[in-house]
């Protein structure tokens, strides 16, 4: 063991594995128990999360910024951190669709929560270990208490899964074991996480029948940790050297040991450093007298991530020059993270005091903040964005010879300029901590903040429409069933209750209706909002906009497409092959200025159209006119490589008045041209306009809520 030390089981403490207890936020009791995963991680069942927020046991969406609580024992007594979900990978079957209530076993359940705790008070997370046959096991009940354990063994394993049986004396596995630890002490590691327990047979009633000793007694499966490990390491979850040596051939290690050298000169002051940087590291110190070697201390700046990031932290203040040498070998290797941990906790602490309107608009901050630098994935979580965001380069727009402003940084500052004054003020204090240590001028960072304040000014510029958002899924001959979102410019909020009450296309229409009736009225369009309807790629042709409400005794029809600009998205396709989704952001850009493709050839190979577009990336819009069969696979592979706006008829006659209408109408103005053509071609004037449009329309500046989608999870 080197001078750096992992920290100590507390003095005393026999209660091994340290168990987190995941709290439900309704009554505060027990949903489960989870593992300390990293100093400020904690890894459970996905099952007990959803338990713990009150949602359905087996939901697949990811929670989002829902808050709940964990409580972790510490060095001195058990505390409780607010927690959020960081990474996601819900229970799943085996051929990726959502586990069913009856189902025995499942793929996934897993996720990572995020705690608020300090760095020093918890102990390190415990060694983990593979899981084989034989094991002897103890788990323990959420609650956490020591009389709760478990005693089992593993009586085999079963790819993904592993059967444990309990002894016939003892406590059980039961309700409020999911997600905790199997604890191997002849291992003295973490060998897998509790998933759930076979129960006695039931009679029809749901009453535990007589004992039969044909029963199965105490049985329960449970991830084993080698599985665990294949679902999170591509999320980047484990350290990349987890249970691995250092490398010693990292190419910073040269010259790591030269700065660290001409930093700390004496024995004394390298001494001095290693303790303050084993402190704000949250690690153990080795010998209060004999400093580490310099070698030492350069092999823990590339082992802990957040090292080299303290370690400027400190010598800043004394000896700019050298924190600058420390900054430049750090860069040569791809282990060191942007944040100190003081910093990173810090943002987290902000963030968590943010309104939560803003912190939903944080991907639609993201995409504007880094447009020069690089484009993320949609639909990540915050912290998996803020992961993300520590990696990525500055942005390059500072002189030469000086520190690019690194991307994290200037999505804070957008993130700031959407805060009230006082958040503005936090966050911006914040960064210009950061941008110091790191060596960033001023002029460079004022520079970004400005670039934030153009935005807003932009955003408050531009009246952003209020929109609804409805997600349809068939659920039988003619009916479907909704989700329904509304958004006044803040991001969507849901205001539908997800159930399995399903609607006619009548129906449907009354309810968007009535949701329609409970937005305020904008200035813009005469209150319109736009109807925004997500739809799979089987049914991008449904026609949604010639539904009407059609109530008994009404004075008015109430169509949707008449009443309302009704579009048509599908996220399904526009996230299909995620490498378009920049096409798709810079397309989108130029939407005033973009080209328009028409196509009207029959005959041409639909394929031919994706080669013509890959050509063509100034163009933001395509108006398709050709039969049916040629046009809906048209349609598809438009919106597959990123086309923000797609225009066709729904009809069969060709060629289509339609699109020969459309083409004098600018793209932006598209949503309110089609609403008036559905009103003439529903009117008197129903001969000159013959055609049934169909408008796609993909907006890369709003947010679209995640959504349940046909095809397998990705996860899967």
């Not at 039961?174 to 604890?183: D, K, V």
């Not at 932006?668 to 055609?691: I, K, Q, S």
């Amino acid at each position: 063991m080197g001078w750096f030390r992992p920290v100590e089981a507390v003095p005393g403490d026999e209660a091994r594995p340290r168990v987190a207890s995941v709290r439900r936020t309704a009554d505060g009791k027990p949903a489960g128990a989870g593992v300390l995963l990293d100093v400020d991680a904690v890894l459970t069942c996905a099952h007990v999360v959803n338990d713990a927020l009150g949602r359905a046991v087996f939901e697949t969406r990811p929670p989002g910024l829902g808050e709940l609580f964990v409580e972790v024992k510490g060095a001195r007594k058990t505390e409780r951190y607010p927690a959020r979900v960081a990474h996601w990978i819900p229970p799943r079957r085996s051929d990726g669709t959502p586990v069913r209530n009856g189902d025995g076993e499942w793929l996934g359940d897993l996720a990572v929560l995020r705690i608020d705790a300090p760095l020093v008070g918890l102990p390190a997370p415990d060694r983990r270990a593979a899981m084989v046959p034989g094991q002897k096991v103890r788990a323990w009940h959420g609650s956490g208490r020591g009389a709760t354990f478990a005693d089992l063994r593993v009586a085999a394993l079963d790819g993904p899964v592993a059967y444990l049986d309990g002894k016939g004396t003892g406590m059980a596995v039961g309700p409020g074991y999911s997600g905790g630890p199997l604890w191997c002490e002849e291992d003295e590691a973490v060998v897998g996480l509790v998933a759930a327990h076979f129960m006695p047979p039931c009679d029809p009633g749901g009453a535990a029948l007589p004992h039969s000793p044909q029963h199965m007694i105490r049985r329960s499966w449970a991830i084993p940790w080698q599985r665990i490990e294949a679902e999170l390491r591509p999320l980047g979850v484990l350290a990349e050297k987890d249970g691995e040596p250092d490398d010693p051939d990292d190419p910073a290690f040269g010259m790591l040991v030269t700065a660290i050298g001409n930093a700390l000169p004496s024995p004394y002051s390298l001494g001095d450093a290693a303790r303050q940087l084993a402190l704000a590291c949250g690690v153990g110190q080795g010998s209060p007298v004999s400093p580490p070697s310099i070698e030492e201390f350069a092999a823990f700046l590339l082992h802990d991530r957040r090292a080299v990031a303290a370690f400027t932290e400190l010598l800043r203040p004394r000896d700019p020059r050298a924190a600058d040498r420390v900054l430049v070998a750090g860069r040569l290797s791809e282990i060191p993270l942007l944040l100190s941990p003081r910093e990173h906790r810090r943002l987290h602490q902000l963030l968590r005091t943010v309104d939560r309107s803003v912190l939903e608009r944080f991907p639609e901050v993201v995409r504007e903040a880094t447009k020069r630098v690089a484009a993320l994935a949609d639909g990540a979580s915050l912290d998996v964005l803020l992961d993300t965001l520590e990696k990525l380069p500055g942005d390059g727009h500072s002189d030469d010879g000086e520190v690019r402003v690194p991307a994290l940084l200037r999505v804070v500052e957008y993130v700031a300029a959407l805060c009230p004054a006082p958040r503005q003020a936090e966050l911006r204090l914040w960064s210009d901590s950061v941008a110091g240590r790191l060596g960033i001028p001023g002029a460079a960072l004022r520079e970004r903040r400005s670039d934030a304040q153009d935005w807003l000014r932009m955003l408050r510029g531009t009246a952003r429409r209020k929109r609804v958002l409805v997600q349809l899924g068939r659920a039988g001959q003619g009916r479907h069933r909704l989700r329904i979102w509304c958004d006044e410019g803040t991001g969507p909020r849901q205001v539908s209750v997800d159930s399995d009450v399903s609607y006619t296309g009548s129906q449907a229409a009354r309810e968007l209706l009535r949701v329609l009736e409970s937005l305020t009225p904008s200035d813009r369009d005469g209150g319109r909002p736009l109807v925004e309807v997500l739809v799979d790629r089987a049914d991008l042709n449904l026609p949604v906009d010639e539904w009407a409400a059609q109530v008994p005794g009404e004075v008015v029809p109430g169509v949707l497409g008449v009443e309302f600009p009704l579009v048509v998205h599908c996220p399904e396709l526009l996230r299909r092959h995620e490498r378009f989704l920049p096409d798709w952001r810079e397309r989108w850009k130029h939407l005033d200025s973009g080209e328009t493709l028409v196509v009207t050839d029959p005959s041409q190979d639909p394929h031919q159209i994706y080669y013509e577009l890959m050509g063509r990336l100034d163009t933001v819009r395509v108006s398709i006119d050709v039969p049916p069969r040629p046009r809906d696979a048209i349609v598809q592979i438009c919106l597959a490589v990123g086309i923000p706006v797609v225009v066709w008829d729904r009809g069969r006659d060709t060629p289509s008045h339609v699109t020969k209408h459309m083409a004098d109408v600018a793209t932006r103005e598209l949503p309110d041209g089609v609403r008036v053509y559905r009103a003439n071609a529903r009117g008197t004037r129903a001969p000159e306009f013959p055609g049934r449009p169909v408008l796609a329309w993909a907006d890369a500046d709003r947010t679209v809520p995640r959504l349940h989608l046909s095809e397998p999870q990705e996860s899967a």
